[in-house]
């Protein structure tokens, strides 16, 4: 168990107040504390707030674009910080960006931040628990997928999607499958796409067959294709079409599905 302070502005409540109850229920051993659950009518607010840092073992600093022009926030921190000082706990502040934010105050440049901007929920958790328990995230069972897969419906024919593939950092071998929860009447070979500076355009691959896919597997709810001996490189698509029976919803069958790489 562990218990943090949570400082932030006034007009950041609310964000904080979610990222306080997604941490609670994520990890109910941790004691984080938040001015709105601990304060009540008639209490001091010196000696609240001061008995809430002294009883922390770390003091998130919330930051956004207004943080740091509030002079109750710079209070919390600056008692935050002596005590890193007087070498209570050097690692006892640990900043939390929420919003724009151009760059961190001067005085917290040296501190590793955690940036939910640009974190999932699952990966922002990991890291507040990681910063109360000293752990640093490890990785997940099976890494994190090398694939990006997108599914494009035609408005005027639900029934049919184009199912794109795209490797994130690596070259893959042009080998996929799709899944269906219906049934595929037909699929077909769409053709590859390069994806950069916010074009998308069709290209192709020397030496590929313009009739189709080298090899294919063609099953009622399955549809599989590969090119031996060719890859798709890192940021370039590759797709196939797929028919499902009129009526069905082919991007709800298609997610009830698979898509992968082979």
């Not at 037909?186 to 020397?206: E, K, N, P």
Request: net charge negative; glycine share 8%; charged share 25%.
């Amino acid at each position: 168990m562990a218990k943090a302070f949570f400082c932030h502005a006034h007009e950041d409540a609310q964000i904080v107040d979610l990222i306080y109850r997604a941490l609670v229920a994520r990890h109910p051993e941790h004691e984080p504390w938040l001015d709105k659950y601990e304060i009540v009518g008639g209490n001091d607010l010196l000696d609240k707030i001061a008995a809430g840092m002294d009883e922390s073992e770390k003091f998130f600093i919330f930051l956004s674009n207004v943080t740091t022009t509030k002079p109750w926030v710079m209070r919390e921190l600056k008692r935050a910080i002596m005590k890193e000082i007087n070498g209570i706990d050097s690692d006892y502040i640990v900043p939390v960006k929420i919003g724009d934010l151009d760059r961190l105050p001067d005085f917290l440049e040296h501190k590793f931040y955690i940036d939910l901007g640009h974190m999932t929920e699952d990966q922002w958790v990991t890291a507040l628990d990681g910063a109360l328990t000293g752990n640093p995230a490890r990785p997940t069972e099976g890494g994190t997928s090398n694939l990006v897969v997108t599914i494009e419906v035609r408005p005027n024919r639900p029934n049919v999607a184009e199912v794109w593939f795209m490797p994130r950092a690596w070259a893959e071998p042009i080998s996929f499958a799709v899944e269906s929860a219906a049934a595929i009447e037909s699929a077909r070979y769409i053709g590859t796409r390069l994806v950069g500076d916010g074009m998308i355009m069709d290209s192709g691959f020397s030496g590929f067959n313009s009739h189709g896919p080298a090899r294919e597997i063609r099953e009622p709810n399955r549809y599989a294709c590969n090119w031996p001996g060719h890859d798709v490189p890192a940021g370039e698509r590759v797709g196939v079409e797929i028919v499902l029976a009129s009526g069905a919803d082919a991007r709800t069958a298609l997610r009830a599905g698979k898509a992968k790489f082979l």
